[in-house]
C-alpha cells in the first residue's frame, strides 16, 4: 500500500490541537490519553462530543471504570464537562 498524498480538504480534517498548557497540569498518563481521545472526537465547532465510556475504554485501552475515573478527575480539574443522556453516561 503506498501512501497516496495528501489533498488539500483531508489535510485538515487529520489532525486535532492541544493547547501547550496541557503538558503543564501535571495530569496522569490516563488522564492524557482520555483527554486526547476526546479532542479528538470533539466538533471543531460546538467543541462537544458524545462517547460512551465504553468506546472511549476500547479507543484507549482501558477499562470503562478506569476512564471513568479518569474523566472524573479530568471534570474535576475543568478541562472537561459531562452530561447524562438516556440513562446512559456520556461525555
Not at 489535510?11 to 495530569?27: M, Q, R, V, Y
Not at 462517547?51 to 480539574?77: D, H
Request: proline letters at 2%; one cysteine or more.
Amino acid at each position: 500500500m503506498r501512501f497516496q498524498g495528501w489533498n488539500k480538504q483531508t489535510k485538515l480534517t487529520h489532525f486535532f490541537s492541544l493547547p501547550n498548557e496541557i503538558f503543564l497540569l501535571g495530569l496522569a498518563h490516563g488522564e492524557l490519553a482520555v483527554y486526547c481521545y476526546l479532542k479528538y472526537l470533539e466538533d471543531r465547532r460546538t467543541h462537544q462530543c458524545w462517547p460512551s465510556y465504553r468506546n472511549i475504554g476500547k479507543a484507549v485501552g482501558m477499562s470503562e471504570n478506569t476512564v471513568r475515573k479518569y474523566v472524573a478527575k479530568l471534570e474535576e480539574r475543568g478541562l472537561i464537562t459531562t452530561a447524562y443522556l438516556f440513562r446512559r453516561n456520556f461525555i
